[in-house]
């Protein structure tokens, strides 16, 4: 039996069902830590800055569509329908936190940390995630293709029940990847690698062909 990754939740005190002050994201003067808020709008014009932070919060809408980011922080959030699409969050650390039917099309968290964080029915096609480190992650029914975790530390990830064709993971260091139920045709990955992924028995061809052998049929 193999243990089923189950990220943290937010802390038990955090109840999301309390409302939130809602701060609209045209009104950010500044890019403060933000705290316990419901961040949503358009902004005039995509956010850019440096040391970002929400805590114990929600975001929803396109309040972070193509926002760049760098060493941004999410920590007990929670992401809504919410539009991040070509957001660059380069270095980000990204805690306890899910996103819940979010559109995340390329969106670049490059040499992040994300531990403890779900992405359920999402659709984030051409995502970077190189060199990032991933623990206790989870996606759930999303559109992964062309996900790219090269170079990146898979400390344990389940990907199930994706769309995760032309996955990435040349030069990933992989402990524990969960593949199972996905589709994975044309997963690029190094063989050494190969020993910590778990996959089931439809995926196999996909596999082998990753690693250059040929599957065929008994009578071809």
Not at 68 to 88: K, Q
Not at 137 to 143: E, L, N, Q, Y
Request: aromatic share 4%; hydrophobic share 40%; charged share 30%.
């Amino acid at each position: 039996m193999v243990s089923r990754i189950e990220p943290e939740k937010p802390d038990e005190e955090i109840d999301f069902h309390e409302p939130l002050d809602v701060i609209d994201v045209r009104e950010l003067r500044s890019l403060k830590p933000i705290y316990e808020v419901q961040l949503a709008g358009i902004p005039d014009a995509p956010l850019h800055g440096k040391e970002f932070s929400i805590s114990i919060g929600q975001v929803l809408g396109r309040a972070l569509m193509e926002s760049t980011l760098s060493g941004f922080s999410l920590v007990d959030v929670a992401l809504v329908r919410a539009d991040c699409s070509n957001a660059t969050w380069v270095d980000a650390r990204i805690v306890r936190t899910r996103f819940d039917g979010c559109k995340l099309t390329g969106f670049d968290a490059r040499g992040g940390e994300l531990r403890d964080v779900v992405f359920n029915e999402c659709k984030m096609s051409d995502t970077f995630m190189v060199e990032s480190k991933l623990t206790r992650v989870r996606f759930d029914g999303c559109k992964i293709s062309g996900l790219d975790l090269c170079d990146s530390k898979v400390n344990s990830v389940a990907i199930r029940g994706c769309d995760a064709r032309n996955l990435r993971l040349m030069g990933a260091k992989i402990e524990l990847l969960d593949l199972r139920g996905s589709m994975i045709e044309g997963i690029a990955i190094d063989p050494g690698s190969v020993g910590g992924v778990i996959i089931d028995p439809m995926q196999s061809c996909a596999i082998a062909s990753a690693l250059g052998a040929r599957v065929m049929d008994l009578h071809e």
